[in-house]
């Protein structure tokens, strides 16, 4: 009786400390079922989620036949379920030479494709899977060239930086364009602020994270620092400087960042530029690296690398809750399980978690 007692008390303490654990599922789809679905598992990799979080854009390399009819790459459209659940598998064959970016519509009722150097855009409807161009350049007609090749979506438009050119192929100030999606042409972009003007001033420009028409985060690298600062439209205010950058995401006026303070010390950092207001994350020896943060700006997903391999310490964290770092896996003991290196995307809301690897597609649903 007592050994009974005993056990069955061994069994709360068990089930006790898995419910203290950060509640995630998992779903996996192996690569042998990917195969099955038609998809080249070697060149396979996700894109981005779309908006309402049902769909996974993802994209692979066309077979040799597929080829020499002038299909160069397909992007896959992955139905997912609110509990990470792969449902269907929709196939789109692009006839575009390079494939460099993709973006849902605001609405989430087209997919828009970046490709061959920034001067095609095309979009893809999600009812009949068709391929439109919105941008085809021909001789003698007005356009735009994308530079960098980025296409993305903030606060309820789509937007692409770069050159507008006239019919005589004369190009203007370098912008931040909004696009129409069922536009055609030049007149599928509304130009924005003169970036070529504004970015002459930055010395030592490093990079740029545009957000919009009025948001831009950018980075100057010195000697022996990095100076980081916002743009809001009018002025650009400096938020902080450090020894050196990771990397880092921005989104919904946000930027998730990691840097280092000194050698050793090293700081994840979130930026709000509405409220002024920076959050430490972490602070220590350990570098985060792979940096994401979700559209709606309120969910980071971050990983330490593990010395012993190529191998993965993935955290999560919620705005919602102070931005308390949580493993994406523990063990009963609480300790980070790893995993593979491998391609993460980070859906809209926070909610799912895309990661692309040898062992194939998982899809991890997230406490919130």
């Not at 979506?153 to 190009?171: A, H, I, K, N, Q």
Request: aromatic fraction near 12%; charge should be positive.
């Amino acid at each position: 009786m007592l050994k009974l007692s005993i056990a069955r008390a061994a069994l709360c303490l068990f089930v006790a400390s898995l419910v203290s654990q950060p509640g995630f599922t998992e779903e996996r789809v192996g690569t042998s079922e990917l195969r099955q679905a038609g998809i080249a598992t070697a060149s396979f990799q996700p894109i981005v989620f779309s908006h309402n979080d049902r769909w996974l854009a993802c994209y692979d390399e066309a077979s040799f036949e597929e080829k020499k009819q002038g299909v160069f790459y397909r992007i896959w459209f992955l139905e997912v379920s609110p509990s990470g659940t792969v449902t269907r598998y929709q196939k789109v064959p692009l006839k575009i030479a390079s494939l460099l970016q993709g973006q849902f519509t605001p609405g989430d009722d087209a997919f828009v494709i970046l490709g061959n150097r920034g001067t095609v855009l095309a979009k893809i409807d999600l009812k009949s899977f068709t391929v439109t161009p919105i941008m085809d350049p021909h001789p003698g007609r007005a356009g735009f060239r994308a530079d960098p090749a980025v296409v993305w979506t903030e606060g309820g438009s789509l937007y692409v930086v770069g050159y507008p050119y006239d019919s005589s192929r004369f190009v203007n100030v370098r912008t931040i364009a909004r696009v129409n999606p069922n536009g055609n042409g030049a007149a599928a972009f509304e130009p924005g602020p003169d970036l070529t003007t504004l970015e002459k001033g930055i010395e030592r420009q490093w990079f740029a994270n545009y957000l919009s028409p009025t948001s831009i985060f950018y980075g100057q690298k010195y000697s022996e620092q990095v100076v980081l600062s916002h743009w809001n439209g009018q002025a650009r205010t400096e938020f902080d400087r450090a020894r050196r950058m990771w990397g880092s995401w921005g989104h919904a006026g946000r930027i998730l960042y990691s840097v280092e303070r000194s050698p050793d010390v090293s700081d994840l950092m979130l930026f709000d530029s509405r409220s002024g207001s920076k959050t430490t994350l972490a602070s220590g020896p350990e570098v985060y690296r792979y940096l994401f943060l979700s559209r709606d700006g309120n969910t980071a997903l971050v990983s330490l690398m593990v010395p012993e391999g190529r191998r993965l310490s993935t955290f999560y964290a919620r705005s919602s809750d102070g931005w308390k770092l949580r493993p994406l896996e523990a063990d009963s003991s609480g300790r980070p399980r790893t995993l593979a290196a491998g391609w993460m995307r980070l859906s809209t809301k926070g909610s799912l978690m895309a990661h692309v690897g040898a062992a194939g597609l998982t899809i991890y649903t997230l406490e919130k």
